[in-house]
């Protein structure tokens, strides 16, 4: 062999050796512990290309070197584009798992709760509130429509796709609790069934009472009896802008309305608020009972009565206890 090709053949192992040696240094660097020494927030904005990622990254002190993450990135086997979003980094997170968290879009989850019971009006003030998301709301979601639970959401989600998320969830338990009712209900359609639910609703904080107010109503619909439910009465005065800021008045019951049920026969021409899950499948699977009536006891619950005598005394001693309370 000729001297040359010696020398050649030499400088292609030492290259070789060379590459070799600098690819375990990267990939040994890709894996080690990071700089952070705590948990820490950062936001990627929207439209921000790698290389400022690597920038910042390095700026926040999550990497030690924008450099390596940039060859890092040329390096993957299997390159995805890293993701903007808001993203929390554990101590000690190496280069190669914060590359790939970005890549899989592993954001922050943020979440927001909706109460049952509360109007589509107060539900969307909430949402309006909510920080982190976005844009303004141009959907105009019926009453009732929208389903009180605690949602997930990341930063910068659009509130017009968290709405229609809420009203998604709505349609489908609906749809589920609708699949599994008691047969002979007389309810005609889920939409009568969601307008009984949101009075169910309105009616009782206490959540095993449910099935029994839901009894009372469904009876009272059977036998043609008119609903007297203060909620629909409220919702009629109010037009579900908010809670009524006063007691509820002896004028207020006899001026008729679409929604006064002690002037109207029947449910009401919708909803009166939106329901919870708990609230709908109580509505479609009430308790066997032959109970007409229900008035506060005092003690957050009501007490429930066959007859109009059993329920005068259980008024009676409502407004014993009124009197009590305001000694």
């Keep these: 062999m000729g001297r040359i090709l010696r020398l050649f053949l030499i400088l292609v192992l030492s290259g070789v050796v060379a590459a070799a040696g600098a690819w375990f240094y990267v990939q040994n660097r890709l894996d080690a512990p990071g700089p952070l020494s705590a948990t820490k927030i950062v936001i990627v904005p929207k439209g921000t290309g790698s290389g400022e990622i690597g920038t910042l990254?390095?700026?926040?002190?999550?990497?030690?070197?924008?450099?390596?993450?940039?060859?890092?990135?040329?390096?993957d086997d299997t390159p995805r584009p890293l993701r903007a979003g808001e993203y929390e980094f554990p101590a000690g997170i190496s280069l190669r798992a914060a590359m790939e968290q970005m890549q899989a879009g592993r954001t922050v989850v943020r979440r927001f709760t909706v109460p049952e019971g509360l109007?589509?009006?107060e539900v969307l003030k909430i949402v309006r509130e909510v920080a982190g998301l976005e844009g303004d709301i141009s959907l105009r979601p019926a009453e009732g429509s929208l389903l009180p639970e605690t949602y997930s959401y990341s930063?910068?989600?659009?509130r017009d796709a968290v709405v229609q998320r809420m009203r998604t969830a709505m349609s489908e338990a609906l749809d589920a609790a609708w699949a599994k009712r008691q047969e002979e209900l007389p309810l005609a359609s889920k939409e009568e069934a969601l307008a009984l639910a949101?009075?169910?609703?309105?009616?009782?904080?206490?959540?095993?009472?449910?099935?029994?107010?839901?009894a009372v109503f469904v009876?009272?619909?059977?036998?043609g009896m008119k609903l007297e439910s203060d909620p629909t009465t409220i919702y009629g005065l109010t037009k579900g802008s908010g809670p009524l800021d006063r007691t509820l008045t002896r004028r207020d019951v006899e001026t008729p309305s679409a929604y006064n049920t002690y002037?109207?026969?029947?449910?009401?021409?919708?909803p009166i608020a939106n329901p919870g899950r708990a609230a709908i499948e109580a509505t479609l699977n009430p308790i066997k009972s032959k109970e007409l009536f229900f008035v506060a006891d005092g003690s957050g619950g009501h007490?429930?009565?066959?007859?109009?005598e059993q329920h005068n005394r259980n008024v009676a001693n409502w407004r014993r206890i009124q009197r009590e309370q305001k000694k």
């Design 57 to 75: 990254l390095e700026k926040q002190g999550v990497i030690e070197d924008d450099l390596l993450f940039r060859i890092a990135l040329r390096l």
């Design 119 to 121: 109007t589509v009006a």
């Design 155 to 158: 930063l910068g989600d659009s």
């Design 198 to 214: 949101s009075i169910v609703e309105k009616e009782t904080g206490v959540a095993s009472e449910r099935p029994r107010v839901a």
């Design 219 to 223: 009876n009272r619909l059977r036998l």
């Design 263 to 270: 002037s109207i026969a029947g449910l009401p021409p919708g």
């Design 303 to 308: 007490a429930f009565a066959e007859t109009l």
